[in-house]
């Protein structure tokens, strides 16, 4: 409980950018040495989200919705999404990428919104992960 009270006087949007911290360093890390989910290059340095942070923030911390990308396919090609798709396909399989459809189309009939508890979880989460 002690870790958690470093948070108590942040703001959900203070959260939020650490939480991303931390995640995407994860995702990098777990990644390591594979090839951009797009496009195959290995020049890869980011932690590209298929369906986007911004549109489907219930998605923006699960870890089969974020894969190691390259640059220009992340930020220039706006994720090269029809060979992504593809790619997770293959890398997740069928099921566990129907659930990640699944639960982007219930977010955006339920809406969602980030609570502080939520955040220190993730946060917490993915800290000790990259240890």
Known sequence: MATKSI???????QLLKIAVRH??????????????????????????????AGNHPATRFDENNVHLACRKCNYF???????????L?????????????????MSKQMGHKWDRFSLVDIIEKYKALNK
């Open 23 to 52: 995640f995407h360093l994860y995702i990098r890390t777990r990644d390591q040495g594979q090839p951009c989910i797009s496009c195959g290059s290995y020049n890869t340095s980011d932690a590209s989200h298929y369906f986007s």
């Open 77 to 87: 090609l706006a994720g090269n999404l029809i060979p992504y798709r593809q790619n």
């Open 7 to 13: 948070y108590r006087n942040k703001t959900i949007s």
């Open 89 to 105: 396909i293959e890398k997740i399989g069928l099921k566990k990428f129907d659930d990640l459809e699944q639960r982007v189309r």
